[in-house]
């Protein structure tokens, strides 16, 4: 996944910050200064700025975005199979599919508890019944798979909401 490159020039540069304070801890030391303690502490915590801007560039990955999808919050998510994302009253019709699509591939598999790597994400919007009473309804569902990436879109889905 392509990254800004900032963030590994920033690691560079703080990097070799970091080499250079390593160098000025120890002659302080050897020489006995009075900030060679912290010296200590500065250097430690720019060689971890370094690390942490090192590990940010190779592990950022930007979300996906699918034409004609609309932005919707999760509103439920098990931490395994399956994910629940909510419509507002005013999402536009025909957006349901990109919607639900987007939702899935934006998904991290690392960390989920899946026996088969599936997960189950539904676009449900909450309709009103009657005064005081209202219902979800499921507008699409897709179904991912976590070993491959693929994603199934069903618009019509049977099953709870």
């Given amino acids: 996944m392509p990254t800004d490159p900032i963030l590994f020039t920033a690691g560079e540069w703080l990097g070799a910050a970091s080499g250079l304070l390593a160098i000025a801890t120890i002659a302080g030391f050897l020489l006995r200064w009075g900030i060679r303690f912290r010296l200590v502490g500065i250097t430690s915590f720019t060689a971890l700025l370094a690390l942490s801007c090192l590990a940010f560039a ?61 997960v189950t994400v539904r676009l449900r919007r909450v309709e009103p019944l009657e005064p005081g009473l209202s219902a979800p309804r499921v507008l699409a569902e897709a179904r991912r798979d976590l070993r491959d990436g693929s994603v199934v879109v069903n618009l019509n889905p049977a099953g709870p909401s």
């Fill in 58 to 118: 190779v592990s950022y990955r930007p979300r996906v975005s699918v034409a004609g999808a609309v932005s919707v919050p999760v509103v439920f998510d098990n931490g395994g199979d399956l994910v629940i994302a909510a419509a507002a009253a005013d999402f536009p019709v025909g957006a349901e599919a990109a919607t639900v699509e987007q939702v899935a591939l934006n998904l991290r598999g690392s960390g989920r508890n899946t026996s088969d790597g599936l």
